[in-house]
């Protein structure tokens, strides 16, 4: 994976691992008996997350070039979107949205932050931190706006929509 967050990439994979399994060689060495497979499903979950990271798949020791995966799974996008904001769907601070997995209503503490049982959150580690054990994905990283509602609505899709419209303005 390429991205200019490589070392919190690593450290997230390590602690992700290291959360969900005793696959960890010797505690104090950074090799684990992990499937590749496995381990690049962690990427690619977190590879979602950030806005700028890039994976190259390898066969034979090579880069797979586009379109040359036999159709398993398309390449991923390399476009670049800003990070989730509430002020992108005109959801403003002190509104309430919904933690869908456990219908908890959290309040709106900033443009990009939520607050729930006195504490401040952004929506990712919100997400990784409450969603119910048999919810939980492999990988433990999570793109916060598709577990949040506003008005039954999920963020994502109001963020896309909002997309859109922007596109089709310019």
Known sequence: ?????FNEVEKLVHKTIDRLTDLRIRQNREFFNVAPQMALDIFKDIAQT???AVITE???NKPIQQG???NQEKPKRVVKRERFRFSLVGIKI???ITFMPTGVQVKVASDNSVEYDGRIYKLSPFVGTFMPEEKQNTSGAYQGAKYFSYNGKILEDMRKEAELDNDTEE
């Open 1 to 5: 994976m390429k991205t200019v967050k």
């Open 50 to 52: 950030i806005d700028d």
């Open 58 to 60: 390898y066969k034979d």
């Open 68 to 70: 040359e995966n036999n």
């Open 94 to 96: 002190g509104e309430f």
